[in-house]
T-cell receptor, first 115, second 116 residues
Framework: ETGVTQSPTHLIKTRGQQVTLRCSSQ?????VSWYQQALGQGPQFIFQ???????GRGNFPPRFSGLQFPNYSSELNVNALELDDSALYLC??????????????FGNGTRLTVT | AQKITQTQPGMFVQEKEAVTLDCTYD???????LFWYKQPSSGEMIFLIY??????QNATEGRYSLNFQKARKSANLVISASQLGDSAMYFC?????????????FGAGTRLFVKA
């Protein structure tokens, strides 16, 4: 089975710019979650998509937005980048949103640096 | 308020010994799932073990076991016979649902160092 893939692996942007990160879910998974992981910290939940709709959001401003496509792949968009947005962005897919026992399957992440 | 608390920023263990990584959680939902993930220095997050809130027995997966004490809201990870390759960050996580949907939240992590 194909695992979760993210692109690009690294990205450097300037403050105020916009960025789009991409994620392909693991085969058969219909739920995608995005996390921000600052250096030395735990992943912070941004939002989750299930069947192309946002279903759960963490404490992130509206300039963080996303999409999920019919093939369950997903995008994370961040507008008006700030220096504090520099982090590892992790995408994770899971089998069924409703199952408490569905572990997250993570991609290798996109390292975003904002200068 | 913190939902997942990992009080040990760093832990050292001698190779071949056992180590316990602590995790406490906070939820008012009777249904939830608890997970442990490993993150090596390469960055990928690896699922290790799962415990459901209604599970009567502690979960085990090879050298990993989860010491689940529901009344104390703790879900400690026990790694037996530590190996050098166990050196990594370890995250405790909880999956819960509310009106906004299901989500998995993570603790701050514990960095484990295995000494030869």
């Amino acid at each position: 089975e194909t695992g979760v893939t993210q692109s690009p692996t690294h990205l450097i942007k300037t403050r105020g710019q916009q960025v789009t990160l991409r994620c392909s879910s693991q085969s058969g998974h219909n739920t995608v979650s995005w996390y921000q992981q600052a250096l030395g910290q735990g992943p912070q939940f941004i939002f989750q998509y299930y069947r192309e709709e946002e279903n759960g959001r963490g404490n992130f401003p509206p300039r963080f937005s996303g999409l999920q496509f019919p093939n369950y792949s997903s995008e994370l968009n961040v507008n008006a980048l700030e220096l504090d947005d520099s982090a590892l962005y992790l995408c994770a897919s899971s089998l069924e949103m409703e199952n408490y026992n569905s572990p997250l399957h993570f991609g290798n992440g996109t390292r975003l640096t904002v200068t | 308020a913190q939902k997942i608390t990992q009080t040990q920023p760093g832990m050292f263990v001698q190779e071949k010994e056992a180590v316990t990584l602590d995790c406490t959680y906070d939820t008012s939902d009777p249904s939830y799932g608890l997970f442990w993930y490993k993150q090596p220095s390469s960055g990928e997050m690896i699922f290790l073990i799962y415990q459901g809130s209604y599970d009567q027995q502690n979960a085990t997966e090879g050298r990993y076991s989860l010491n689940f004490q529901k009344a104390r809201k703790s879900a400690n990870l026990v790694i037996s016979a530590s190996q050098l390759g166990d050196s990594a960050m370890y995250f405790c996580a909880m999956r819960e649902g509310d009106t906004g949907g299901f989500k998995t939240i993570f603790g701050a992590g514990t960095r484990l160092f295995v000494k030869a």
